[in-house]
């Protein structure tokens, strides 16, 4: 009888070893989580300055990682403004002077229209697993929520991050705050993630705060209006015609 108890004793631990997740696995589950192939999104970003706050709309179109549109849709002044990805390529529309210029170089590094995200945070992969190796170094309860902290070390040298630590919800699968840091060990952003909803089968961010910790102001609010996954996007979006249309 004891040596029965032993062996099944035996058999829970090792099933319970089983189940641990490795840091690495729940970065897998992160991205799975958040992206598809195609998605189209409206979200309103609230750019809180130092004297005063500015609120934009703008529309959004993605296929993969390698492929995005956005166009700004309010204010009046910023809407018909256009971003087009195409791989490692950048280009942005203004209406105003009606002309297409391509960011690259040290103008990854400006701010996207004044917030508190720069156009290399744009370009960067979003599934993080491509980037990162992870190792989780705690575990703490953030927002009533049961988290893993995860130590991110970059795996490719051309990164804007070398290093980031991510709080993330045990159930959700949800990065609910991030900090960033340059080679040195700076912290250069957060993001906090504020509210959640679900769509369809899975969680996602409603609303998040990113920060520039190097700059003035509260940060930038982004709020996700609408999404849908895996949306039918005609392959002529993702053009450079399109951002003349």
């Known amino acids: 009888m004891k040596k029965f108890l032993v062996i099944m004793l035996l058999i829970s631990v090792n099933l319970l070893i089983g189940q641990v997740m490795t840091g690495d696995q729940i970065l897998q589950k992160i991205d799975d989580n958040m992206y598809s192939d195609k ?6 970003m609230t750019i809180h300055g ?8 703008l529309k959004s179109w993605t296929n993969g990682e390698t492929k995005s549109f956005s166009q700004y849709l309010y204010p009046p002044k910023d809407a018909g403004t256009k971003m087009l990805k195409l791989d490692d390529n950048l280009w942005l529309y203004n209406p105003d002077s009606d002309r297409t210029i391509q960011i690259s170089g040290h103008l990854l590094r400006q701010p996207v229209m004044g917030s508190d995200l720069s156009y290399e945070d744009m370009m960067e992969d979003n599934e993080l697993s491509n980037l990162y190796s992870a190792e989780i170094v705690a575990e703490e309860i953030f927002q009533k929520r049961e988290c893993w902290v995860l130590h991110l070390t970059a795996k490719v040298t051309e990164i804007a991050y070398q290093t980031r630590k991510v709080w993330v919800d045990k159930e959700r699968f949800l990065a609910l705050k991030e900090e960033r840091f340059s080679k040195s060990g700076k912290l250069l952003k957060t993001t906090i993630i504020q509210e959640v909803f679900k769509v369809e089968d899975r969680w996602y961010p409603k609303k998040m705060t990113f920060k520039d910790v190097l700059k003035s102001g509260e940060g930038t609010e982004y709020i996700i209006d609408s999404i849908e996954f895996d949306a039918d996007i005609p392959e002529s979006v993702f053009s450079k015609a399109s951002l003349r249309k």
């Open 50 to 57: 130092r004297r005063n706050s500015k609120t934009m709309k």
């Open 39 to 44: 998605t189209i999104s409206t979200s309103t």
